[in-house]
């Protein structure tokens, strides 16, 4: 029996990469879902905020791949709380109720991005979110903790650096976090994949980039994944050849994101 998942905010930029990359392994069935239904994507409409609908789509799913987000960036009180943190929480009671085994959810770098570039950071480091978007991404990881604590909800968090969606890193900054379409779909595979009895995990999703900001070597050991791509060496190539590079990094690792 192929494993049954579900991808909110499958018709975002992420959500995207991942629900066409993992169709194309034809391993899994998969269950689709973002606020805009898709019918000729195979999309359904699903608001994370309703859980009554949550708990129809999440009805024998295995594994929730939680992608979906608001993208104001700083209306906490208008965005982040009532859609972001809100629908993390329905989730999470959905996955609960139902059974399902995993929770993907694709965290953010932004999480930490108070850390100055020069500092070597894990992903155990303590919490220094550079602004409200970085805040609520911490919060949700720390409700996986408690859904995975309480309830035996296995939880993994995917700290996703750059990923602009055409797969050419622009800045400077990006080009030490920037994770490749195929990374992706690899990365968010193998956390699937990963060995049942992993009850918790936070991991920064990165390419195999030159001057990372983040050591990801030991997640091949852990989980299997072997990026295959590095920012420097694609944006020396073809793919990206005459793009303007952007001037961005700054003292933090969150970029602009942490100017004060």
Not at 104 to 119: L, R
Not at 218 to 232: F, Q, R, S, T
Request: one cysteine or more.
């Amino acid at each position: 029996m192929r494993r049954k998942l579900l991808i909110t905010g499958a018709a975002g930029v992420v959500g995207s990469a991942i629900l066409e990359g993992l169709r194309e392994k034809d391993k899994y069935e998969i269950v689709a879902g973002d606020i805009r239904g898709d019918e000729d994507k195979g999309i359904e409409e699903l608001d994370v905020t309703d859980p009554e609908r949550l708990l129809e789509l999440t009805e024998g799913v295995d594994t929730i791949l939680h992608i979906a987000w608001a993208k104001d960036q700083e209306d906490f009180l208008g965005k982040v709380l009532p859609i972001n943190v809100t629908g993390a929480y329905h989730i999470y009671e959905a996955a609960r109720k139902n059974g399902v085994k995993r929770v993907i959810f694709a965290s953010s770098n932004h999480a930490t991005g108070f850390y100055e570039v020069d500092e070597e950071i894990g992903a155990a480091d303590p919490y220094r979110p550079d602004s409200f978007y970085g805040l609520s991404k911490c919060y949700i990881e720390l409700l996986g903790r408690l859904y995975s604590d309480k309830y035996g909800i296995s939880s993994f968090n995917m700290r996703i650096g750059n990923f602009p969606g055409d797969d050419c890193p622009h800045s400077d900054r990006a080009a030490h976090i920037w994770i490749s379409a195929r990374d992706l779909v690899q990365l968010t595979e193998r956390c699937i994949e990963a060995d049942k009895d992993m009850k918790f995990l936070a991991m920064y999703g990165t390419s195999n980039n030159s001057d990372n900001y983040y050591d990801i070597s030991y997640l091949d050991e852990l989980i299997g994944y072997k990026p295959l791509d590095n920012a420097a060496e694609v944006m020396e190539g073809a793919r990206c050849a005459g793009e303007a590079v952007k001037h961005d990094e700054t003292e933090y690792k969150g970029g602009v994101w942490s100017d004060k």
